[in-house]
């Protein structure tokens, strides 16, 4: 059995199970370790163990399930004026999920690291090491709460500048004065980044050594394959979504999404992406039995 | 040149500050509590590669003079006047402006106490705890469970002799469990909760600065001595076998940590339980009371020594 783990991918959720359907594997979704799981996990310095029952499952041990999906980390609602009970039992169960996932013993389409999965988001500058060991480059920006270094800055520009949020993967054009007016107020909170923004933006979606894009790329398709799944690789994942924008004849990342939200994807990639993950279980799946048996 | 970037309302900070004046290292404050209004931050990525100014009251940094920055931010202000009416929208907007100076702390080449990426494993106490599995350190054992049945077996196993505590970031500390606080505690719909063995021993700070280790003894009559009357808790600076240092450094090194407080239990027959790392250890609580140089050692570190 897989366990679909996670809040869901909403472009893709749905496209997975009906596709795993169609290849006979049985999948089970767990958005959260929720009122309608019952979780019992057992572990010491030699032995981990845990049981789950949930809705119409009757109880299994982790031992019956052969790959797990992870989508999304459980959102933490942050709505309330002051924190709430809720809220720390939302951050208990969220702990609990991520170490159970990260030990299972069947592969895990990711094993995120704990930066991914509780991080608001790990700065793009965290991967610049790992870019550059792929010969990728990742686009030029100015960080800065001074209007004056952010004008030149973005004067300077060959294209359009943009407004690249930290905390999200979507930059925004900047052409008028309106748009500088409202970046202002923004700057007096925190400072902001100005990014060389020319659409369109091409997204590449990565599953293990198979690279799927969301508009035909011109040039060598072939050569930035290869380096964005080196990238996915050395990251330690084997999901990955990269945005990048042109910069002259080159290509720069301004955006990598461990958590792919594949939005910018048709249905019809959507469901061969869905495919190559599978692919991808079921592969890891095989060659964790054949080593089990050949340790036998 | 160090750049300090906390709050001086926080006692680490203020207390590291104090050292490095004692110590008379050369350091910048970046008081949070008045980021960004009181500084002016520049950063560039070109090509690849980082540069930058940042100043403050009366000073001025290029991002490449730093030989090493200390980063302590336990505590969003959330409060600020003039902030967004909605909780969402303030921790939405303290997370931009954290995100800001992480990556600048990420793109730097001199150390950083401690890198961004690395702060969030405590975020999950088990993790930690299976992720340190198959060194020198013990585990306790230790069941998540949301199931009432299983949690009485697990406590009548142990002989009533367990614990719980939280598993995430927002600890509410180390308390006895009992049979009847069962039903608050454990049942289906809430949380699991985690329960453990209670290990009997003494309890063992140890800090990491790097490749140096300071170990303390804590004695204190309570479950949680961090919940204790400071006054009601002895600490005595400490040594540990070699192997165990060793281990702790290792630790510290696969968590992607310069500086990291481990907490342990050493039994009396000489074994030794993993309880945590803390990423964002709270030092100058121990070195006030042991003498120990931590601080020294971080500053040494931090200026390249």
Same mark, same amino acid.
């Given at each position: 059995m897989w366990i679909l783990l996670g809040e869901p991918i909403t472009a893709l959720a749905e496209i997975f199970q009906s596709e795993c359907k169609k290849v006979g594997q049985h999948v089970f979704g767990i958005a959260e370790f929720d009122e309608n799981v019952e979780f019992n996990w057992e572990f010491d310095s030699v032995d981990s163990c845990s049981m789950l029952s949930a809705r119409e499952l009757s109880r299994f041990s982790d031992r019956?399930?052969?790959? *797990?999906? *992870?989508?999304?980390?459980?959102?933490? &609602? %942050? &709505?309330? %004026?002051?924190e709430s009970h809720h809220e720390y039992s939302q951050a208990e169960r969220n702990a609990a999920m991520f170490a159970w996932f990260w030990n299972l013993r069947c592969p895990v389409v990711n094993r995120y690291p704990a930066a991914f999965w509780f991080s608001p988001r790990v700065p793009l500058s965290s991967w610049q090491q790992l870019v550059i060991k792929c010969d990728l480059r990742i686009t030029d920006a100015i960080l800065s709460n001074i209007e004056r270094d952010l004008r030149s800055f973005a004067a300077k520009l060959s294209v359009n500048p943009g407004y690249l949020p930290l905390c999200g993967p979507d930059a925004y054009r900047i052409s008028t004065e309106e748009h500088w007016h409202g970046l202002n107020k923004m700057r007096a909170i925190c400072p902001i980044s100005v990014i060389p923004f020319d659409p369109p933006v091409y997204i590449a979606c990565v599953v293990g050594d198979r690279v799927f894009w969301n508009q035909p790329l011109s040039g060598a398709r072939a050569e930035y394959d290869d380096r964005l799944v080196h990238l996915t690789r050395l990251s330690g994942l084997d999901f990955l979504e990269v945005r990048l924008c042109r910069h002259g004849d080159d290509f720069a990342i301004h955006a990598i999404e461990p958590f792919p939200r594949l939005d910018g994807f048709s249905r019809d990639s959507c469901h061969l992406i869905a495919d190559a993950l599978i692919a991808l279980l079921q592969s890891r799946g095989s060659a964790k039995t054949a080593r089990e048996s050949r340790q036998i | 040149m160090i750049l300090v970037c906390g709050r001086t309302a926080d006692p680490v900070t203020r207390f590291f500050c104090t050292r490095l004046d004692q110590l008379r290292t050369d350091y910048?404050?970046?008081d949070l509590s008045s980021y960004p209004s009181t500084y002016h931050v520049t950063y560039y990525r070109e090509r690849n590669r980082g540069f930058g100014t940042i100043s403050g009251p009366g000073w001025s940094l290029l991002t490449g003079d730093l030989t090493g920055v200390f980063v302590r931010n336990l505590e969003p202000d959330n409060s600020a006047s003039g902030s967004p009416e909605t909780r969402a929208q303030r921790v939405a907007l303290e997370a931009e402006k954290d995100l800001g100076l992480d990556s600048i702390w990420a793109a730097l080449d001199c150390p950083v106490a401690n890198p961004p990426t690395s702060l969030w494993s405590n975020h999950s106490k088990p993790y930690q705890t299976l992720f340190i599995r198959g060194g020198r350190l013990q585990i306790p054992k230790t069941l998540i469970t949301n199931d009432e049945a299983e949690a009485k077996r697990f406590y009548e196993a142990a002989k009533g002799r367990v614990i719980y505590k939280s598993m995430g970031a927002r600890s509410r500390g180390t308390h006895r469990f009992s049979l009847n606080k069962m039903s608050d505690l454990v049942s289906a719909g809430k949380a699991p909760l985690q329960l453990q063995e209670e290990v009997t021993g003494v309890d063992i700070r140890l800090h990491v600065v790097r490749d140096q280790v300071f170990a303390t003894k804590? @004695?204190?009559?309570?479950?949680? @001595?961090?919940?204790?009357?400071?006054k009601s808790v002895r600490l005595e600076a400490t040594t540990v076998p070699s192997s165990i240092a060793n281990e702790c450094i290792r630790i510290t090194k696969k968590f992607g940590l310069l500086l990291s407080g481990i907490?342990?239990?050493e039994t009396p027959d000489g074994r030794y339980f993993f309880f945590e790392a803390n990423t964002v250890p709270g030092f100058a609580f121990y070195e006030e009371r042991t003498g120990q140089q931590i601080s020294a050692a971080l500053s040494d570190v931090l200026t390249g020594r």
């Open positions: 019956e399930i052969t790959g *797990v999906f *992870v989508q999304n980390p459980p959102r933490l &609602d %942050a &709505d309330s %004026a002051v | 910048r404050l970046l804590v @004695y204190c009559e309570d479950t949680d @001595y961090r919940l204790a009357d400071p907490d342990l239990r």
